[in-house]
T-cell receptor, first 118, second 110 residues
Framework: DGGITQSPKYLFRKEGQNVTLSCEQN?????MYWYRQDPGQGLRLIYY???????QKGDIAEGYSVSREKKESFPLTVTSAQKNPTAFYLC?????????????????FGEGSRLTVL | DAKTTQPPSMDCAEGRAANLPCNHS???????VYWYRQIHSQGPQYIIH???NNETNEMASLIITEDRKSSTLILPHATLRDTAVYYC???????????FGSGTRLSIRP
């Protein structure tokens, strides 16, 4: 079945370590996104990518890095520069188009990765 | 991208209609209104979207005002399983940057 897969679901890291969260989609979507969610809060945009080899910073990109070498993959690295990395991370993908019809523009989310810094 | 404003929380009795409002006064003419919901510790789920006409699907109805500055998501017969955080966002279909607000936490009373 088509979908978007995030791994790992739970991750623990020590302070000062970089960690990479995986996001893979087989929906043939052009756009991919990373969001961060803190307890009781909404989603905040970290990075997004519209095409391969291109990505833009969202509202809270500091301390994070991404790559988009393949259309189906958009990994997120949480670097040691991120001062408060403990959070729930969500990856999403979307088709881009102009019709506005069913399925156009709809975001598909993965199940999320919960990162805890010890 | 236009911003949206939603009440932080609402409650509704089980079996009654839940009406969730959203203000998007700066929406552009080519931007759609999308609604998602997030059940605890899961990824948000798409519910419905529309441009200017009212829309209905198997999950909900979307009512957009004539001036498009606000909308209402209607869950016609709320159940306990509808307890979630509901997000209203606006975006153009070719736009990449998608911003979520804080959403509305909907509680359903038995």
């Amino acid at each position: 079945d088509g979908g978007i897969t995030q791994s790992p679901k739970y991750l623990f890291r020590k302070e000062g370590q970089n960690v990479t969260l995986s996001c893979e989609q087989n929906l043939n979507h052009d756009a991919m996104y990373w969001y961060r969610q803190d307890p009781g809060q909404g989603l905040r945009l970290i990075y997004y990518s519209q095409i391969v080899n291109d990505f833009q910073k969202g509202d809270i990109a500091e301390g994070y890095s991404v790559s988009r070498e393949k259309k189906e993959s958009f990994p997120l690295t949480v670097t040691s520069a991120q001062k408060n990395p403990t959070a729930f991370y969500l990856c999403a993908s979307s088709a881009l188009g102009t019709s506005g019809g069913p399925g156009t523009g709809e975001l598909f989310f993965g199940e999320g990765s919960r990162l805890t810094v010890l | 991208d236009a911003k949206t404003t939603q009440p932080p929380s609402m409650d509704c009795a089980e079996g009654r209609a839940a009406n969730l409002p959203c203000n998007h006064s700066t929406i552009s003419g080519n931007e759609y209104v999308y609604w998602y919901r997030q059940i605890h510790s899961q990824g948000p789920q798409y519910i419905i979207h529309g441009l200017k006409n009212n829309e209905t699907n198997e999950m909900a109805s979307l009512i957009i005002t004539e001036d498009r500055k606000s909308s209402t998501l209607i869950l016609p017969h709320a159940t306990l399983r509808d307890t979630a955080v509901y997000y209203c966002i606006v975006r153009g279909v070719s736009a990449s940057k998608i911003i979520f607000g804080s959403g509305t936490r909907l509680s359903i009373r038995p």
